[in-house]
């Protein structure tokens, strides 16, 4: 994958998503809040650059589905999304996050 400010999309993603999402969280909305309240704008920018990077690679959508499983302790069908489509909800919520921010 690219790179972007000496920024490893695929690492960056795996930190994000295994650092944030785990069994230890209160929910997934939640940990995403912390998430955004700890961050800094410049911060979320480089990591929507890094998800959509992602999510727009030429890489299968079992391929993208099967990195974010092994990455984010999330159940996916409780919360009734396919880990594509949460990831892609993940970016909106960030977008909105660094309006304002």
Not at 35 to 50: A, G, N, P, V
Not at 67 to 94: G, M, R, T
Request: charged residues 25%.
């Amino acid at each position: 994958m690219q790179e972007f400010f000496n920024v490893n999309i695929e690492d960056e993603l795996s930190n994000f998503l295994g650092g944030n999402f785990h069994q230890d969280i209160e929910s997934p909305e939640q940990a995403l809040q912390d998430y955004i309240d700890r961050q800094s704008k410049d911060w979320i920018q480089i990591l929507i650059y890094c998800a959509e990077s992602f999510l727009n690679s030429n890489l299968s959508d079992n391929e993208k589905e099967e990195f974010i499983e092994s990455n984010a302790e999330i159940y996916f069908p409780a919360i009734e999304l396919k880990p594509i489509e949460w990831l892609n909800n993940v970016v909106e919520q960030l977008k909105k996050a660094v309006i304002t921010k």
